[in-house]
């Protein structure tokens, strides 16, 4: 499954090691970042293609978990859900 995960919060040393540990621990695999900060706002969109055998809701509360320990907010779509939201018919 893809899913786009998105990070948006005051910057700081770290974001990107937590995330990337987060990822590296439930064999996440990153197909496209882009990164860049901006007026001090750190924020970052991930295209990862997760295991099939992923429990989705349970690696939801891990950023989400994630995210309140770093401050940030980070949120974890379905590419398809993120798709169809993001195109007019």
Not at 16 to 41: H, R
């Amino acid at each position: 499954m893809k899913a786009i995960l998105s990070v948006i919060g005051h910057d700081k040393v770290g974001i990107i090691a937590s995330v990337s540990n987060l990822l590296a621990e439930n064999k996440i695999n990153i197909l496209d970042v882009s990164q860049t900060i901006m007026e001090k706002e750190f924020v970052m969109m991930m295209s990862l293609a997760l295991p099939e055998t992923i429990d989705f809701q349970e690696l939801t509360n891990k950023f989400n978990k994630l995210g309140k320990e770093l401050g940030v907010e980070i949120n974890l779509r379905n590419s398809k859900l993120y798709e169809a939201m993001h195109t007019l018919d």
